[in-house]
């Protein structure tokens, strides 16, 4: 889609624009301005303008009910089809049948069905016109075959330039914006009769605008096709049941002809000047196909009804759930946004990461019905949406491995190389680039997606990680302060940090120096070259001598920012206890330099040896080479042997990290890193331990005892909680279940007999020390040594501040069932969480943490509906 149609996509939200013209009449009044960002988004607001516009809206009167008969209604209702449209398959093609089957199609929300055919009245003539071109490509010539353009579009295109460039029209149309419906989620575009994800890739699905209804199986009214709708509606408005007459079957009726897909099809019109009937049928050559064999035909209906079975179906049961979320999606603005990434195992064929989401949200959605208040839920929405970064991501190798690949168990060795081939590569310092682009640009594309439709959005974001995507999300939140950092897998992490700044500015001035020079002139040339390397030995020279000043008695390495003129002494002074005399060392040397620099200005087309100018280059080239300097930017050469990743900033901020069944744990202890502000050496007495800390303001590790890919963190904060249980997550139905009650008894036994053995000897101890203090100061010193003893540690502290809280905690475990085999377990336990109540519970009691049960009053409360519900006149009206 275009420009132009992507900015008509974004008028098809019913609440762009000034006013318009409704079928070139009468002009449906907007309120606000053509391109407000107010207008995008999908609020009860937004909703009840649009009620207002259909109302006044003139093309609305002739949908309005004409008689006072019971087949007559007011509703339009919007349907969905369950199955996708293939590729190049045009709406108008399907359904093949006149009436939709059961159970082929789904309704869509009041809501969205009212923001449907707000934008659809407004467009009415044009969108009519866009449908009948598709219908007549899709309809059967004289031979009863498709026509030729139909029939083009469905056999597999060449590769040629014009499917090249229906390739590109595709991937511009996954940008374009209609009508938002079932939460924001999907959109409707209406002239292509599409509905399609918004935030993945996935097909699109046919829309069906439900005018005439018919009534099948005597219990359920179904849409009719929009082609025989337009004919049944123009029999209507002709109010053709005045010109009745006897019929073969000996029925009173006007008969009126269809044309359709179905030979004989007609209608039968029965009543009076305000009531009438119609019935569906089909003349005997066409008997079986639509008809019973004891009836007159499928009694018809203009106008959507519910559905009179007292015993409603699995189906209508999920139908009906269906639309009861999308208007409570319509109603509630959305607060809390919540990425998920996932991890290994998106390349098998059977795997599903937008199923494994919507899962997890349906999940969420049942639970918050149960456990969640009205206010509550009325107060904030939270959106789960997929990240998907393996989905479009193509490393070099993979075609290596699948050539090398051996053809004993198959099916074996081509699951390994779809799952466990990702984390090689993550390790990988040449994919390890890649894959931390993807997961971070692929999380601000989503989030500006998000933006776009939603602007002024200042409600929580939040990442769920779950496998290898919980490593990656921590590894993107650990570097959102300083955006490059070595190889993960690398023990050079604090020499970088160090020199980082130093080494930036060597490599900024070698650039500057060699983009300065001139290739026609050789003598400029070296000139050029001595003078900016000159230049970097000064500037290195006031870095040392800064450092210098700084330090109090310590001696500084020189390995990389020697001089090359007085390397030797240099050396000897710095090795030399007199911090005074390497300082007055240095300032003659910068003295040196600047003479020198000043002598080669002064020069103009002196000549200068060649052999002068090799020399310079291979002491730059030494000097570059030295193993602390930091390489350059991705795209230049780097100087040194150790691989560096560049890291992405997120455009949002994130509130709470959730890994679940997450591997961090051994990555972080296979990298020797401790999570923490940097602080903690003393704390943790181990050596070349490095420290980092997520940018989040809250952390939770979740996991399955028995998942064999999970590992706990708490360990790897606090030296204190090596020997305390993971928090046990409740049973979603309430309590624990049996073994788990009766380990934690046991185990609170046994940890309060500890508590009072520790409390007897600290009693026993501060006897004794009173005892055998002599003096009112023994006593005083024994016991400031018992509270240093009491204070928290620096483990604890940063437990507080991952958490927090005081008594918070990050390790969460999941109680396994009774009475099954902890093998048995295994092995779908890491599967599992996108589908388990108990997962999904303690996320989302998280999530509405801050939000109380009840209104503080009752002014708030009426406040909170106003804000996110309908009047009572505008649901009527609705």
Not at 465 to 473: D, K, N
Not at 526 to 534: F, L, Q, R
Not at 598 to 617: A, D, F, N, R, W
Request: net charge negative; charged share 25%.
């Amino acid at each position: 889609m275009g420009d132009s149609e992507a900015n008509r996509g974004v008028t098809d939200l019913g609440i762009g624009g000034s006013s318009r013209k409704c079928e070139g009449e009468a002009s449906c009044s907007v309120g606000i301005a053509e391109n407000s960002p107010d207008m995008l988004k999908n609020t009860p607001l937004n909703i009840r303008r649009l009620a207002d516009e259909i109302e006044q809206c003139e093309g609305r009167q002739k949908y309005l009910a004409q008689t006072r008969s019971p087949s007559d209604g007011v509703d339009v209702r919007w349907y969905f089809c369950k199955v996708p449209l293939a590729e190049n398959e045009l709406a108008a093609s399907v359904p093949r049948t006149e009436i939709v089957g059961k159970g082929d199609y789904f309704r869509f929300g009041t809501r969205d069905s009212l923001a449907i055919e707000a934008s659809f009245l407004q467009r009415e003539e044009e969108l009519l016109s866009s449908w009948w071109e598709q219908y007549a490509e899709c309809s059967e010539g004289p031979s009863g075959q498709p026509s030729s353009s139909t029939k083009s579009d469905l056999l597999p295109k060449s590769p040629t330039l014009e499917s090249a460039q229906s390739t590109e029209l595709y991937t511009i149309e996954e940008e374009r914006v209609g009508v938002p419906v079932k939460g924001g989620l999907y959109e409707v575009d209406l002239v292509k009769r599409h509905c399609f994800p918004v935030y993945w890739n996935g097909e699109n699905r046919r829309v069906l605008r439900g005018h005439w209804f018919a009534c099948k199986g005597g219990l359920d009214w179904l849409p009719l096709r929009e082609d025989v709708a337009e004919q049944l509606e123009f029999a209507y408005h002709s109010q053709v049941w005045h010109r009745r007459t006897f019929q073969p079957s000996g029925l009173f009726a006007a008969r009126v002809d269809l044309q359709g897909s179905t030979l004989g099809l007609h209608v039968l019109f029965t009543g009076e000047d305000d009531t009438w009937e119609a019935w569906l049928n089909v003349d005997a050559s066409g008997f079986s196909s639509i008809m019973s064999l004891g009836g007159n035909g499928i009694k018809l209906r203009r106008g959507y009804a519910p559905s009179q079975s007292p015993k409603p179906t699995q189906d209508e049961l999920r139908q009906q759930q269906e639309v009861e979320m999308d208007d409570y999606c319509s109603e509630v603005p959305v607060r809390h946004l919540v990425f998920m990434v996932h991890g290994i195992g998106q390349r098998l064929e059977n795997s599903n990461f937008v199923d494994d989401v919507g899962n997890f949200r349906h999940i969420t959605a049942s639970l918050a019905e149960q456990h969640l208040t009205s206010y509550q839920r009325g107060t904030q929405r939270v959106l789960f949406i997929p990240c998907q970064w393996r989905r479009g991501l193509k490393l070099s190798s993979e075609t290596a491995v699948e050539r090398i690949t051996l053809d004993g168990v198959r099916g074996l060795r081509v699951m390994l190389s779809a799952t466990v081939h990702d984390v090689l590569y993550y390790m990988s310092p040449i994919y390890c680039q890649d894959i931390i682009d993807s997961v971070s640009n692929e999380l601000n594309r989503l989030y500006l997606k998000f933006l776009k439709r939603n602007p002024g959005y200042d409600g929580k974001v939040s990442l769920y990680g779950h496998s290898l995507g919980s490593v990656l999300s921590y590894d993107i939140l650990c570097h959102q302060h300083n955006l490059s950092s070595p190889f993960p897998m690398d023990c050079m992490y604090k020499e970088h940090t160090r020199n980082e700044n130093s080494s930036s500015n060597i490599n900024k001035q070698s650039s500057e120096c060699n983009s300065a020079s001139n290739p026609d002139d050789r003598n400029f040339v070296v000139k050029n070259e001595t003078k900016c390397m000159i230049q970097i030995q000064m500037n290195l020279l006031r870095d040392m001598l800064t450092h210098k000043s700084g330090c109090m008695n310590e001696p500084t390495s020189m390995k990389s920012v020697v001089p090359v003129g007085n390397s030797k002494k240099i050396a000897e002074e710095v090795s030399e206890s007199d911090k005074d005399k390497t300082i007055r060392s240095l300032k003659e040397e910068i003295d040196l330099l600047k003479g020198r620099v000043t002598e080669l200005e002064s020069e103009c087309g002196g000549k200068v040896h060649l052999q002068y100018k090799q020399e310079t280059k291979e002491e730059i080239t030494t000097m570059t080479n030295q193993p602390e300097n930091l390489p350059l930017g991705r795209n230049d050469m780097p100087l040194s042997y150790t691989p560096y990743v560049k890291y992405t900033k997120l455009e949002f901020k994130v509130d709470t990290f959730f890994a679940v069944g997450s591997p961090l744990g051994v990555f972080l202890s296979l990298r020797n890193i401790r999570i923490g502000i940097g602080n903690g050496q003393d704390y943790w007495e181990e050596e070349n331990i490095s420290e980092e800390m997520p940018a989040c303001r809250q952390m939770f590790n979740i996991f399955h005892p028995f998942d064999p890919v999970a590992y706990r963190i708490e360990p790897l904060i606090c030296k204190e909680y090596i020997s305390k249980r993971p928090v046990i997550i409740p049973y979603h139905r309430g309590g624990k279940r049996l073994h788990i009650g009766l380990q934690e008894f046991a185990e609170d036994i046994a940890s309060r007999s500890q508590v009072i053995k520790d409390q007897l000897h600290s009693v026993r101890v501060k006897v004794l020390t009173l005892c055998q203090s002599r003096s009112k100061d023994g006593l005083d010193e024994a016991l400031e040594n018992a509270q240093e003893k009491e204070e928290k540690s620096y483990g604890s502290i940063m437990m507080e501040r991952l958490t927090g809280s005081k008594d918070g905690r990050i390790d969460h475990m999941l109680q396994d069932k009774t009475f099954q085999h902890q093998y048995i377990s295994a092995i779908g336990s890491h599967t599992n969480y996108w589908r388990d109540y108990d997962t999904a519970l303690y996320i989302l009691k998280h999530l509405y943490r801050e939000i109380p049960e009840e209104p503080n009053s009752a002014e708030d409360y009426e406040e909170a509906l106003n804000d996110i519900g309908f009047s009572s006149s505008a649901l009527q009206n609705a």
